[in-house]
């Protein structure tokens, strides 16, 4: 019977603000899920400690920070509803569009900042909403709306972040991409060659060989005389010349993809921001 109860003895010996400070430390050392558990025995042997809300907060803040989307969205609509007048509920709200936005929901995160300006018209936290709403666009390849969102910020440091993201926004449809359409044409008129215009060499010289091997035994099933030995190899040929023209039409959206994922990443590089959970209130870190 003691040692059933050792544990718990033990760990009630703790104090509320060692325990939060532990948690706040592994929250450091993004340990995040650790940290979880120690803002959680918090609550759990302290239910009535003023800090409480805050403790929830950063349980929330925790696992949006381990891309556990779905698990920190329930606090923080909790915490947006139980306490809808304060800085505490003015951060969950807008945490609940910035957790939608992190899993890549951006009509969702657009919605609810949109929601978010109109409860809080005062809000520091407006100018980022405007920043990442034009971001949300932008990763929509709305380039117009997303530019028209961004020209509403006010704040001077984050307006020129704003002008210059904008910039490279209005230099989208220049990449280097290619057409797909183009890619099918070249590899319909000779296997390969689409996939050679993707910048796929070898798959492209595999289209090549495989391809003229289907078009000799072709020519040489018919020549021979052999009818029923060229339908069979027309009938393969056929799949495998179809088969090239899909794969460099593929190819091509692959290649498209490719360009405008690192083109997002050079960029939220250099303009994205990131959000932090000083313990009172959210912070920019640009």
Do not use: C
């Not at 505490?88 to 807008?94: A, D, H, T, V």
């Amino acid at each position: 019977m003691f040692f059933s109860f050792l544990p718990l003895s033990l760990f009630s010996k703790d104090s509320p603000e060692q325990i939060l400070q532990f948690g706040n430390h592994l929250y450091q050392e993004e340990d995040y899920y650790r940290a979880i558990t120690e803002y959680k025995r918090f609550l759990y042997f302290y239910p009535k400690h003023p800090q409480n809300s805050h403790t929830e907060f950063q349980i929330g803040y925790s696992y949006l920070k381990g891309e556990k989307w779905e698990a920190a969205l329930p606090y923080f609509q909790k915490l947006s509803t139980d306490f809808p007048h304060t800085r505490l509920g003015e951060n969950s709200f807008f945490s609940i569009a910035h957790t939608h936005f992190l899993s890549k929901k951006y009509k969702a995160a657009q919605e609810t900042w949109n929601e978010f300006q109109e409860r809080y018209p005062k809000s520091s936290l407006n100018d980022i909403a405007w920043y990442q709403k034009g971001w949300a666009y932008f990763f929509q390849e709305k380039t117009k709306e997303a530019t028209q969102e961004l020209s509403l910020i006010k704040n001077p440091s984050l307006k020129n972040k704003a002008m210059l993201l904008s910039t490279e926004i209005e230099k989208w449809h220049t990449l280097p991409y290619r057409s797909p359409f183009l890619a099918g044409m070249f590899s319909a008129m000779l296997p390969g060659l689409g996939q050679w215009y993707d910048g796929r060499f070898w798959d492209g010289m595999s289209a090549l060989v495989v391809n003229s091997m289907f078009a000799y035994g072709i020519y040489a099933t018919w020549r021979d005389e052999h009818y029923v030995a060229f339908g069979i190899v027309t009938f393969l040929a056929s799949g495998f010349y179809g088969g090239n023209i899909f794969s460099a039409v593929s190819s091509a959206h692959k290649f498209n993809r490719n360009v405008k994922e690192s083109k997002w990443q050079i960029l939220q590089k250099k303009y994205g921001v990131n959000l932090e959970w000083n313990g009172n209130s959210l912070t920019i870190k640009f």
